[in-house]
């Protein structure tokens, strides 16, 4: 299978990992991504069995509105029963390191506010270390140079990327060459630098089930 045909294979499985618990008074938590994408359209057709949506960004909240789908407010819901979000990389422990499109601070925002989070993956995101995707780090834009240095110190090679911002109006630097020993330290250890808003890192708040597509099929992966 090519990359996009395990994507819809992901988000198929998905559907199927979710549809059971769909009810009128359902919100989900939606998450950006080509993946995702998939996922939406396949949510689109289903939207009257649910009541609606909190999007990981304005890119989602768009293509769920595409569908008929309500979107609301995060601080308008309570706790929503899943997240549904892709990943840049994913290792053992449902560790992730996501923002490759710019969504980490909602997603980790939304991710939180979920009861489970279901990570949809192509086999090619599955890593034994995490760090080979450059880690994504958004910054309050005063902060820039700053948290430039403090992650050189830290040993990566920050790269501001160029033309990007934020839903949140923030700029956002890329950690090149910056493998991680300990996500769960390093995601706290980069949250404490002054200037940070978030990173990439989701180890505090790791997946609770992989769905990865494989050349043949799509495993299920519970988190511990
Ligand atoms: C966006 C993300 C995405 O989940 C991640 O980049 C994966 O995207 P795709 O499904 O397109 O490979 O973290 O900020």
Redesign the pocket.
Known sequence: MTQDEL?AAVADAAIKEIEPSLDSNTVLGI??????NLFIDRLGPLRDRFQGAVASSEASAERLKAWGIEVFELNSVGTLPFYI????EVSDHLRMV???????TR?KIVAACAERFICIADASKYVAQLGDFPLPVEVIPMARSYVGRELVKLGASPVYRQGVTTDNGNPIIDCYDFMIDDPLAMEARLNAIAGVVTNGLFAARGADVLLLGKDDSVERIAGQ
């Open positions: 994507k998450g950006t991504g080509s993946t995702v979000d892709g990943a840049d996501k923002g490759g499109g710019a969504a980490l997603e």
